[in-house]
């Protein structure tokens, strides 16, 4: 028997854990948010960090792609998009491209002058 075979499956143990809890947080935090407003909401700041709700963090490409895809399917595939001024036109297009590979179809983008970490509450 090979002594990696241990270590793997802890690792694939490992990486199904991290899936199930991104995808239990996408529900949380989706299922928290106002009812009359059906929309996912991504905000990219202006360091080009997206969060979905304004909470998670989905610089991971495979964790972003899951939790839009939870996204899509717990709003109806409909999403928005804030962002600071100063985000790249690319950030955008990455975030639109993964956005409707994930099933969202109707997408509102929105930009503030104030970045939207910044803004007082």
Sequence with gaps: MNEDQPGEARNHWFAWVIGCSVLLSAVVVLRNSSITLRRATVTIDRNGTARLGGVLPIQNKVVRDVALKAAGHLNGGTASIVAAKSTAISNLVE???????????????????????????
């Design 95 to 121: 975030m639109c491209v993964a956005m409707r590979k994930s099933g969202i179809t109707s997408v509102v983008l929105q930009t503030e002058s104030i970045s939207p970490q910044q803004r007082p509450e």
